[in-house]
């Protein structure tokens, strides 16, 4: 949302106005702070091994008292998170016009990713303005009888942020990183989708990397370990100690943007790096039994690997072959030119 918030802040004719949640708030600030955004309201919601439950109730609770106070002419939300999916029928329920902003992901698979597959389809419906990334989930929205005039196609505003990012000349914040040789094969792992660690399928993707780790000596990995103490829990038990094997708090997005311009390639189950990491020509291999971004996995730079140790394995040492490894980093991404928030403020300021 940050390039968007931007783009709003450039024109006259828009007051906006910024509500957090702080469902994760340590992740929050971060990225307020680097691209130099205030929140004019926060709702604080974030305590300790919330529940799903819990964080729908206080963010609609929240968000409903926040509405009837200020009755803007529209809501923007972005993604699928819990928060999004509460603020839009909070919305809805104050009869609100709603922006959807990356409407029409699917992956048609209502556990996978879980909560986030059935938190698009609730928002969908209720948004006035669909602003999809691309023509496939344009043809989602069609699909779920979203009306047409209601959809426009924008690429993803987090190809904008990448962009914006991704041109600045900076050091490394994380003292950490600045131990990881890019000379070497770098693998950048981020995991912590809710349905890999419930199942405990995490835990064969860290076998997967001690292995890597101990066959090949040309290759180091860098992990963010995510916040998620059931998360952080596996990592401490499976993963081996090894100076190749770097582990690190969540990275500031400058930093994420660094890792990824200058690794190898990148494991995730992250929605959002399936996007990026394509703008610099870097592999994705996807760690999930199904993903929502199909236009990746249709460009040949991204491909689903899912999470045993042995398939994981397998599709990474194949990327170590030069013509394997060519195939995929092309330097093309399906899902934006970095301009999508000048076309969803001018979309507003013509439809509003």
Known sequence: MAPLILELGKK??????????????????????????????????????????????????????LLEKYTPDVVLVQGDTTTAMATALAAYHHQIKLGHVEAGLRSFDKYNPFPEEINRTIIDPIADFAFAPTEISKANLIKAGVEKD??????????????????????LED??????????????????????????????????????????????VVLPVHLNP???????????????????????????VKVLKNCYLVLTD??????????????VLILRKVTERLEGI?????????TDKRVIVQEVEKLFERTEYEKMAKKTNPYGDGKASEKIVKILEERL
């Open 175 to 220: 003292k950490m990183l600045k131990k990881v040789n890019f000379q070497k094969r770098v693998i950048l792992l981020t995991t912590h989708r809710r349905e890999n660690y419930l199942t405990n399928e995490i835990k064969s993707i860290m076998e997967s990397l001690n292995y890597l780790i101990n066959k090949h000596k040309n290759v180091e």
């Open 270 to 283: 992250s929605g959002g790096i399936q996007e990026e990491a394509p703008t610099f020509g870097k592999p």
């Open 150 to 171: 209601k959809i426009f196609v924008t690429g993803n505003t987090v190809i904008d942020a990448l962009l914006q990012i991704g041109r600045e000349d900076y050091d």
């Open 12 to 65: 006259r004719l828009f007051q906006t106005q910024i509500i957090v949640t702080a469902q994760h708030r340590e992740m929050l600030d971060q990225i307020m702070r680097t691209f130099g955004i205030a929140s004019d309201l926060d709702l604080n919601i974030m305590t300790a091994d919330q529940t799903l439950d819990q964080i729908l109730t206080k963010v609609h609770l929240g968000i409903g008292v």
């Open 230 to 256: 059931n998360v952080r829990k596996v990592v401490a038990d499976t993963l081996q100690k090894d100076t190749r094997l770097h582990l690190v708090e969540p990275m500031v997005y400058r930093d994420l």
């Open 298 to 306: 249709a460009a040949g730079v991204a491909k689903l690997v899912g």
